[in-house]
């Protein structure tokens, strides 16, 4: 859609992108490679995050897979609602855009920021647009270029490659619902112990989903956690001690932080480096480094 309309001359003001931090690490290199063609366009580009800012008792976390661990639960979308793409990816947009001097000079002149929606000419997109088509928005107008042009997926790809570019893979948080069997295969470990453990975080308060994948079926499990098993992407070993000692110990260093006031307390990824660097197989090492840190160590964390 962006090539498009800048080789028709209707490049954009403005081209946003939320990131939740946990896109794939091809969505990454690919966005780098974009924000070269963009400047050489002089399309004004930036990357949005939804911030927290109230974290109660909690160590402070800065992404979503902070937030699931945090709290203990699934990305909404693995429950069939779309909250966690509304907040980590829609709300910053927006948020950005109020504070953007073009938006506000527009809305000031009683005009509305045109806003150019990806959604594709495909029938599975018609049904996306045609249920935001039905919302009035007093601050936006929305405008669907591919619709418009009648292009499905495919002739976005052929115009990307008519571009010399390289088609981009699918974009989605890693540990999302909508992530397909070949696409978990291709992670890199980190992401792939992030979901073993954000699916063990989670299991005891899951009463209508088995994990990420929803419920189990022919072609694929519930729990992700059991395809990487089944798949061995990940050691059997590592998986059970995951499984077995990584919520607690999370939970005890949740704890543990609440003690401190928040400017000295210890961020979530304190944790996580620690849950990282150990090795596959365990050992004392590791099990050291898992420990939860008691105030006084929280302190020095921090
Ligand atoms: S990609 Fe999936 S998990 Fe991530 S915000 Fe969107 S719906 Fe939620």
Redesign the pocket.
């Known amino acids: 859609m962006l090539i498009e309309l800048v080789s028709q001359g209707r490049k954009p003001d403005l081209v946003l992108t939320a990131d ?1 931090g ?1 896109e794939k690490p091809e969505t990454y290199a690919y966005l780098d490679m974009m924000r070269g063609w963009m400047a050489n366009h002089d399309i004004e580009f930036h990357v949005v995050r939804y911030v927290t800012k109230r974290f109660k008792n909690y160590p402070p976390y800065n992404d ?1 897979a902070g937030s699931l661990l945090t709290n203990g639960c699934l ?3 693995a429950f069939g609602r ?1 909250s ?2 509304l907040k ?2 829609a709300a910053p947009q927006e948020a950005f855009i109020k504070t953007w001097q073009p938006a506000i000079d527009a809305w000031a002149r009683g005009e509305k920021v045109i806003r150019y929606i990806g959604y594709d000419a495909s029938k599975r997109d018609g049904q996306r647009y045609a249920h935001a088509a039905t919302i009035e928005d007093p601050l936006f107008d929305n405008s669907y270029p591919l619709r418009e042009w009648l292009w499905d997926r495919d002739a976005c790809e052929n115009r990307i490659r008519a571009e010399g570019l390289p088609v981009p893979p699918k ?3 890693v ?4 992530m397909k069997p070949d696409e978990v295969r291709a992670l890199p470990e980190y992401w792939l112990r992030m979901i073993v453990l954000i699916e063990a975080r989670a299991a005891p308060r899951l009463r209508t989903v088995e994990g990420l994948w929803r419920r189990s079926t022919k072609s694929k499990p519930g729990r992700m956690t059991n395809f990487i098993r089944a798949e061995r992407l990940l050691p059997e070993a590592e998986i059970d001690r995951i499984i077995a000692s990584a919520p607690t110990s999370l939970v005890r260093f949740q704890e543990a932080a609440a003690q401190e006031p928040l400017d000295t307390r210890p961020t979530l990824e304190t944790w996580l480096e620690r849950f990282h660097a150990i090795s596959p197989e365990g050992g004392t090492n590791a099990k050291a480094s898992l420990e939860p840190l008691d105030a006084q160590q929280c302190r020095r964390a921090a």
């Open positions: 939740p946990a979503l990305p909404s979308i779309s966690c793409s980590y990816k974009s989605s948080c540990f999302c619902t909508a």
